[in-house]
Every structure is written in structure tokens, then in C-alpha cells.
């Protein structure tokens, strides 16, 4: 089965994709994904997404991008983001230490996202960290250098292969976006995608790239000036 694993919704400050047009898309190609908005699972309690999938008959894997926030000579400093998986409540902005304590309360899994893009909120303390994390984008579609996806392919390969699941993503911010990098696994229900992510048995599988009108309306939808869908 194909899983967009990383995406949006209105709940996220910079997207637009309603819970419901993010069902009906991933119900009309077969999909399963996992909703992450930015610091917040609004849409899980509030956007009720679980319920509309669940009436859809589409898999969804609670989720969260979680930004990571550690002191530095006295002063907050974000140091980039952090995915969590089959999350059972919320997990607000902290240090990377209390954002691995709470992941293990809620027997969650930990993906690092778009681990080398310097021009985003990457996690640059990945690589020493690795060990905590049972996944890893290798592709995401919202990249704004493919290089940059080529560059977490290599590492993968040299350096975790076997070690951590491997993810393609679309962090779609726009219902357009939805599926341009998938994941494939061999299973149908919750706890059999945790297992396969446990096995690192996952294979990212990249669709497409997002465009430059999808990064646009992100700037828009951060300045209120476009609506939902």
C-alpha cells in the first residue's frame, strides 16, 4: 500500500488542504498518510480528520512536525524539526531530549524530515542523534534542490541502510501536492505499518516535485490572503 506520510492542513499556519478534500484525495487514489501540521493536532481534535477518514475508509496515521527548540547561551534557539507517528495527543515546541521523552510515553515513532535542507528547518543534529529515529525522509517533493534529496538518499545508503526506515514524502501544503513523494508498504492497518517501519521494510517513492505556485501559496496562506480548499 502507498502512504503520503508528510502533509498539511489548514490547521498548519502555511497550508490550505481542508481535512476533507485531504480524505477524498488519498480515498481516490487508494491512499494512506499521515497528517503532520506544524506544532499542533488540531485537525485530529478539532478538524475531527480521524472520524472523516475513518467514514472514507482511508488509513491515516496520527502525526505531528514537531519543532525542535533548545537554549543556547540563555536564549531559545529553534534547531529544526522533528516528525512523530501514531501520536496519541499533542506535543508542543520544546527540547529535542523532552520531545524523545514524550515520543517513548506515547510509544510513538520518530522520522527525521528533510534532514539535509539547510534552506528549511532541518534537524542538524540528526546525524548524532540518528540512533532515536526509526525513520528518515529521503525524498520529500517540497525540496527546493533535488540536490538536497539526493544528498539524505546518499547518507541513507552509506550510512543507515538497513538501520532505519526509509520514507518519500510530499509535504503537501496544498491539496494539489498530495501524493508527489510516496511510501510504500506491505501493509493495510495501523499496526501493521508500525511493524514495517519497526523492520525499516519501507521504500520511498518519489512522484513528483512541488511547484513554484505551490511554495507561493504558502506565503500567501501565511499572510491570509488565499483561502482553504
Not at 519543532?67 to 524539526?81: P, S, Y
Not at 543534529?125 to 538536497?148: V, W
Request: hydrophobic content about 35%; proline content about 4%.
Amino acid at each position: 500500500m502507498l502512504f503520503d506520510l508528510h502533509l498539511h492542513s489548514r490547521y498548519s499556519v502555511d497550508a490550505l488542504s481542508k481535512p476533507l478534500s485531504i480524505v477524498k484525495i488519498c480515498e481516490k487514489r487508494g491512499w494512506g498518510f499521515s497528517l503532520t501540521d506544524h506544532n499542533n493536532m488540531d485537525a485530529y481534535t478539532k478538524g475531527k480528520i480521524k472520524e472523516i477518514a475513518k467514514k472514507h475508509k482511508v488509513l491515516i496515521i496520527p502525526g505531528e512536525e514537531i519543532k525542535v527548540v533548545e537554549k543556547i547561551n540563555g536564549k531559545e534557539k529553534v534547531c529544526g524539526e522533528v516528525i512523530a507517528y501514531f501520536l496519541k495527543k499533542e506535543i508542543a515546541p520544546t527540547s529535542f531530549a523532552n520531545i524523545l521523552d514524550e515520543v517513548k510515553k506515547q510509544d510513538a515513532l520518530l522520522s527525521c524530515p528533510h534532514p539535509f535542507e539547510w534552506s528549511r528547518k532541518n534537524f542538524k543534529d540528526f546525524p548524532k542523534q540518528q540512533k532515536h529515529f526509526t525513520c528518515m525522509e529521503i525524498y520529500n517533493a517540497r525540496a527546493y534542490y533535488m540536490g538536497l534529496n539526493n544528498e539524505a538518499l546518499d547518507y541513507y545508503e552509506k550510512n543507515l541502510k538497513g538501520k532505519i526506515a526509509p520514507l518519500g514524502a510530499s509535504d503537501a501544503h496544498t491539496p494539489e501536492e498530495i501524493g508527489n513523494g510516496l511510501t510504500e508498504i506491505n501493509a493495510t492497518t495501523l499496526e501493521g505499518v508500525r511493524k514495517e517501519m519497526k523492520k525499516y521494510k519501507t521504500k520511498a517513492v518519489p512522484m513528483a516535485k512541488a511547484k513554484f505556485s505551490d511554495h507561493l501559496q504558502t506565503q500567501l496562506a501565511r499572510r491570509h490572503l488565499i483561502g482553504e480548499r
